[in-house]
């Protein structure tokens, strides 16, 4: 479970936004961050930043966690008492809302995580090139 303190969504011009060094792939840097962005939609420039997406987990009161691209659970690699551990890994996202117009992207915080699924055939997730 998520802390929701820890990560509620402010306006990208707030100076104390604390960034994930491992947002955007290891980038160091929120996507909403880019001084440049402008809203696809209505070229609007005014945005919320949101660092780790979060979603209701309707399975307890009060839970909430957070959202995935996607998953996949299988062996760590790793040795166990009766065999290979398993584990989950997840890609999660961190998003950008057009505070005009409500348009938002979502943008995977693990992209070498993301390629190890490709590479895998995990998760459902396929490379698509060109």
Known sequence: MVNPNSCAPVKADDASIAVDPR???GG???AGMN???KCLRCSGDDRY???QVLI???TSANGIDAFTLTAHYGETGESGLFGGKMGRSAV???AVVCAKC???ELYAKDLPLLERFAAERQGGVRRLRG
Request: charged share 15%; no cysteine.
């Open 23 to 25: 947002a955007a792939g």
């Open 28 to 30: 160091g840097s929120l």
């Open 35 to 37: 001084p440049t962005w």
């Open 49 to 51: 930043a949101i660092q």
């Open 56 to 58: 209701a987990d309707n």
């Open 92 to 94: 999660r996202a961190e």
């Open 102 to 104: 409500g348009y938002t």
